[in-house]
């Protein structure tokens, strides 16, 4: 277990002389937070903090950042509050440890959901102070290490989100080996079997070509003294995961591996850039170098701020070998990343949002389209995308570079220079030349969009378009064609149902009334009334007959209370007895509420309606809120008059078999008829049942309630109020 005297130590070996009182009053709250608390290894939970204090520290970031890594699970796994972190340690701290805290309180309906909306909380949480992802990498980080102790679905759950989410991420701010640990953890818990095969089989290819990548390094290091350049030679040995997947990617078995000349490549590093060019010119001299596989990633950075030179030569016995060469810098930058150009030293905090920092456009762009995608499976899928860093460079013909992901085409290119670009782009030159717009853009070409006011984005671009703004773009601009089409539908048959009721559409528009009919349908706007009218899901008599209605309404004066209470039965109104009174005259005109279902014995309420008398509703009726309160009376139901009433409840049980059987037989036994039964299962192994029973009153509607929650298997039962 990491003690607090190991982060120390570290926090010393790179800031000496570091004030620590931080770090050291944070490791006694959290400790006090935690105590008592068991992690599922059986250790105290404080040695979790203690573990992602520590990486932290090895990632040189400072003081605040890692008294963060020891608070970073008080808020979420106990009583503490962001407001008591910052109480105690300040706003910054709270602000990265509330970055990092899940949204555990949230009513989604959703495995999915939630995972989404904790995703774009990071996200925000990340563009504002980039300490966040660091934090929330180094505990997936530590979490992964001990996932042996995780069941074994959570298990393959976790390592595919940490394979998806966490290593692209870690790969694009550029900590090279925190992305080769995630990624090589995930592989070991997602493909146990083959994990284990490979390891053994790279231990033996290791070991039988390990002469030979000795005699290349010495040869490499004689010719690099008899220049006068100093420098280091060294193996470099690919990670498990990253020879599985090339191994996929040829279509290659583990019993093959012999044929991956890579497993073992050599690294060169200098000390200046221009011995890097030099040291190439000494590799091709003597080596015969591949056409195609020379890359210069040091005129030509990758997002990531990754710099070197790679090429890949034929070397002694016709074997391949890769070669890499950068300096001591671009080494510490190929490895540390964001953290070797660690700005909070000067409390310069890096921001996503400043556009200071090339390397972080690709989180400004998740942060974009995090706002666009409200479906949480859409924003899952595009964060995956968007993540993972094949990329291609091309360029504008001002000279710009816009990093686009492998295969994208010239429409991701239009949309990712403007929207509006992307919208009219009718034409694309490459290189100079005419080319389909489905046309796979490579490293270096430079792409000139040509665009006219006639061109309109197509749905077939949606089949080879790769970038998610791409994507999002050409749906948002599809469903408002969409909508515009369907809405002058809609009016147009609204048009002609106005004209056969001797009315004017025109009008019906101008008239007030018509947001009071949209409202009354269940819309919020007149135009999504009309639209819903274009997709058929409400017929243009509807409308036309809730105008009318509503405005005879308007036209009529309204009644005087007393006229109101003078009222007189002129018809039967089903299943309304006598035993409904007002200030205790029964002989009133009364209609029971459709929405809330009034059985004799609830307390209910009337409310005054223009020329149908008093609609009867029950008191916590959530209806009643958007009525006048004006025209709401005391009304008193007085007892039972044997009449009988209809009612709904709502039913949830195990799915089991003969289930509905049960609970069918319950009902029934308590004197009961089921006028309606209907009933739907959910992927958690629930039975949701919809009955409409047939009751007396209130207490007969208990009685049939509690025998149903007699029967072994049911876990709620609720009278639905519509």
């Known amino acids: 277990m990491v003690r607090l005297s190991d982060i120390l130590d570290q926090i010393q070996s790179y800031l000496p002389g570091a004030d620590t009182r931080l770090v050291e009053k944070a490791y006694v709250f959290a400790a006090k937070a935690h105590a008592g608390q068991v992690r599922r290894s059986g250790e105290p939970y404080l040695a979790h903090p ?34 008591d972190i910052k109480k105690h340690f300040g706003p910054t701290v709270a602000e990265i440890v509330d970055g990092v805290t899940k949204i555990t309180h949230l009513s989604v309906r959703s495995k999915v959901h939630k995972q989404a909306e904790n995703f774009r909380k990071m996200l925000l949480a990340m563009a504002k102070d980039l300490r966040v992802i660091l934090v929330k990498l180094a505990d997936r980080l530590h979490n992964m290490k001990t996932l042996e102790f995780m069941p074994d679905h959570k298990r393959r759950r976790i390592a595919q989100e940490t394979l998806d989410i966490y290593a692209p991420l870690a790969s694009r701010l550029g900590i090279d080996w925190l992305k080769q640990e995630l990624e090589d953890l995930s592989f070991m818990y997602l493909y146990p079997e083959e994990y284990k095969a490979l390891r053994e089989e790279v231990e033996k290819v290791v070991a039988a070509r390990q002469d030979f990548i000795d005699e290349i390094k010495k040869i490499i290091q004689e010719k690099l003294a008899e220049e006068g350049i100093e420098g280091r030679v060294l193996g470099r040995r690919k990670h498990l995961y990253s020879i599985f997947r090339k191994l996929q990617r ?4 583990i019993d093959q591996l012999y044929l991956i000349y890579d497993i073992i490549g050599l690294r060169v590093i200098v000390k200046k850039v221009k011995e890097c060019y030099e040291v190439l ?30 090429t890949t030569v034929i070397g002694p016995g016709g074997r391949q070998m890769e070669i890499q060469i950068r300096t001591e810098e ?23 949002g400043t556009g200071k920092h090339k390397q972080l456009e690709w989180l400004e762009r998740l942060v974009e389209l995090q706002k ?6 859409d924003f899952i899928e595009s964060l995956r995308m968007d993540l993972f860093p094949d990329e291609v460079y091309v360029f504008t013909p001002d000279g710009d570079i816009k990093v686009l992901p492998v295969g994208s085409t010239p429409i991701d290119f239009a949309y990712a220079i403007h929207t509006e670009v992307g919208h009219h782009c009718a034409m694309a030159k490459v290189n100079g030349r005419l080319v389909p717009l489905d046309y796979e853009l490579q490293t270096g070409d430079i792409v000139e969009i040509v665009t006219t006011s006639q061109q309109k984005p197509s749905r077939d ?13 050409i749906k948002q601009w599809l469903k408002q064609e969409e909508k515009q089409r369907i809405f002058a539908a809609g009016k147009e048959i609204l048009d002609r149902e106005f004209r056969k009721a001797k009315l004017t559409f025109s009008s019906f528009m101008e008239d007030e009334i018509a947001q009071e009919v949209a409202q009354k349908l269940s819309f919020k706007t007149v135009e999504e009334l009309i639209i819903a009218v ?40 089903s299943k309304v007895p006598d035993s409904i009174s007002v200030d205790g005259s029964g002989d009133m005109l009364f209609h029971l509420s459709k929405c809330c279902k009034p059985l004799p014995g609830d307390e209910v309420v009337g409310y005054i309606t223009r020329g149908r008398g008093i609609t009867v509703h029950r008191a916590d009726c959530p209806n009643l809120e958007g009525l006048d309160p004006e025209r709401l ?43 309606e039964a209907n009933l739907r299962t959910t992927k958690d192994q629930r039975a949701l049942f919809d009955f409409v029973v047939e009751v007396s009153n209130r207490a007969h509607l208990d009685k049939i309630m509690a025998a149903v929650k007699q029967i072994e298997g049911v876990i709620r039962v609720e009278r639905k109020t519509a």
Request: glycine content about 4%.
């Open 281 to 310: 010119g000494i590799i091709h001299s003597l080596w015969k170098p591949i056409p195609g596989r020379f890359k210069d990633y040091i005129n030509l950075p990758k997002p990531n701020m990754y710099q070197s030179l790679h």
């Open 330 to 352: 671009m080494d510490r930058i190929a490895n540390e990343g964001i953290a070797a150009h660690f700005l909070y030293k000067e409390q310069k905090i890096i921001n996503a």
């Open 633 to 675: 009376i005391d009304i008193k139901w007085d007892s039972s008059d044997g009449a009988t009433y209809t009612a709904k409840l709502w039913v949830i049980t195990l799915d089991r078999k003969g289930m509905l059987a049960s609970v069918s037989s319950a009902i029934s036994s308590q004197e009961a008829n089921i006028l």
């Open 250 to 253: 040829n279509n290659l078995a």
């Open 50 to 83: 203690l573990s992602v204090a520590y990486i932290l520290a090895q990632m040189k970031l400072d003081i605040p950042t890692i008294a963060a890594g020891l608070l970073h699970d008080t808020v979420e796994d106990t009583d503490i509050t962001i407001e």
């Open 461 to 473: 671009w949606l089949k080879f378009v790769k970038t998610s703004r791409a994507k999002s773009r």
């Open 372 to 377: 666009e995608l409200k479906n949480p499976r």
């Open 534 to 573: 274009g997709y058929g899901k409400v017929t243009p008599q509807q409308v036309v007959k809730k105008y009318l209605h509503e405005k005879q309404k308007e036209e009529a004066p309204p009644p005087s209370e007393e006229e109101l209470i003078k009222i007189k039965k002129k018809q039967t109104v």
